[in-house]
């Protein structure tokens, strides 16, 4: 996405350094195979680039299962740490804000930091945290090792969403984020009914354990497969300063938060939606939230095809749909067949929307592509807990029927301030 006014220089993303295998092998033949894999980068475009990507793409799986495991587990929480439920909701919140904050701050201070050593430092961060929930005898200590989560989550992204078209090359740059992306959507497909699963066969401190096991698993795959990613060498305040200036990047942004915040102020009070409003039994919920996510998964993956077509235009339509299966959501809920099809629906076109306010900055920042994600991470994770407030505060006072109203409006006053974006920038044609 370019802006004709500033006339911003068309950006490749750096392509990876290609090492000679043979000479690296036989003049270090002591050389722990893995050692080997991550000096050997996969020409851009190869079967092995794209296993690379898969591995990134499995940690965006753990580390967004790990963001929403507590959401089916809270009640069990709340009552083997003896707090209350809404105390115990922190270990939802508290992440949310960590990497608001962290996304900037790690972006400053990583510049000399080679990425596939970054990538499995914060899955290895990850991992600590699940087990110290696992093991925690106190909430403060809970609340400590989610707050290190959410330090995490927010550095991760900062560094993983750009660094697919790293590994493939720009032509096919727009695929891997989108694989990433479906990433997402598998870590929301399993953590939600995982949590609820595995609370009730084996309780919350081993499920959170198996979670800190699968996380080590993700890490042994990724120091495999991952080549070594140079960084970009941009880290300054400036670069950051530069995102935000750009009208581009503002209609982006302003866009994004709007969606996430109508999105958050529905998906936080799902549960309750399906359970209270449309009366189904938890055991339907919890398939139903495996239906979303597989949603998730396939429209993440169409989406690379509709951003060739126009990045803008595939957030607005696809914005509008969502907005429209919110206010559906609302006057139909009660029906449990025409839920349970509306949420799917719902799940398929967020797969779209979701990747969309990324690629969106991206193409707006072009030459510092971690600063673009340092910015969205922060502007989304401020928008997810504004939905979150905003949700509460219609629970608490209304229906959840306005709830899901008020969401829907909200979602489709992101798409018209979309299309009404279309008309003062134009964007690239993506590869």
């Known amino acids: 996405m370019i802006e004709n006014a500033e006339a911003t220089p068309t950006h490749h993303a750096p392509q990876v350094r290609v090492v000679t295998a043979s000479s690296c092998a036989a003049a270090v033949p002591t050389q722990p195979a893995a050692v080997r894999a991550a000096t050997i980068a996969a020409e851009p475009g190869s079967r092995r ?18 963001e929403t495991l507590p959401v089916g587990l809270l009640p069990q929480i709340a009552d083997g740490l003896h707090v209350s439920l809404g105390l115990a909701g922190l270990m939802v919140l508290v992440p949310g804000f960590s ?49 290190l989560f959410g330090a995490t989550l927010g550095a991760f992204w900062t560094v993983v969403s750009p660094v697919g078209p790293k590994l493939v090359g720009p032509a096919g740059g727009t695929r ?3 694989i990433i992306a479906a990433g997402i959507s598998g870590g929301t497909v399993v953590g939600l009914p995982a949590g609820q699963f595995l609370g009730d ?21 990724q120091t495999v497969l991952l080549p070594g990613i140079p960084p970009d060498g941009r880290t300054h305040l400036r670069d950051l300063v530069g995102v935000v200036t750009r009208r581009a990047a503002r209609f982006g942004m302003a866009a994004g938060a709007v969606v996430f ?38 429209g993440s993956l169409v989406a690379g095809s509709l951003f060739k077509r126009g990045v803008i235009g595939s957030f607005a339509g696809s914005a509008t749909v969502v907005a429209a299966l919110l206010i559906g959501l609302a006057n139909a809920g009660t029906i449990p067949w025409l839920a349970g099809l509306l949420l799917a629906l719902w799940g398929l076109v967020w797969g779209v929307v979701n990747p ?63 299309t009404v974006a279309a008309r003062f920038i134009t964007l690239a044609r993506r590869e």
Request: hydrophobic share 60%; net charge neutral.
């Open 49 to 66: 680039s794209w296993a690379s990507v898969g591995a990134v793409a499995l940690g965006a799986f753990v580390v967004v299962m790990t």
């Open 99 to 147: 990497a608001a904050v962290s996304a900037p701050l790690f972006f400053l201070g990583s510049g000399r930091f080679n990425r596939r050593s970054v990538i499995l430092v914060l899955g290895l961060t990850v991992l600590v945290s699940n087990a110290v929930v696992a093991m925690a005898p106190t909430f403060v200590l809970v609340l400590i090792a989610r707050m």
């Open 176 to 178: 891997a984020i989108t």
């Open 201 to 221: 066969l084996v309780g919350w401190r081993l499920t959170f354990a198996t979670a800190a096991a699968a996380t080590l698993i993700v890490v042994v795959v």
């Open 261 to 298: 915040i109508g999105q958050f102020t529905a998906w936080t009070y799902i549960t309750p939606f399906l359970m209270d409003h449309t009366h189904l039994p938890s055991g339907v919920v919890s398939l139903l939230y495996v239906v979303y996510g597989c949603g998730g998964i396939v």
């Open 356 to 418: 969309g306010t990324l690629v969106w900055l991206l193409d707006a920042a072009p030459e510092t592509p971690e600063a673009a994600s340092a910015v969205n991470v922060t502007n989304l994770q401020v928008a997810l807990a504004a939905g979150s407030g905003l949700g509460a505060i219609l629970v608490s006072s209304t229906t959840l029927q306005t709830v899901f109203l008020t969401a829907g409006f909200t979602v489709l006053a992101a798409a018209v301030l979309a």
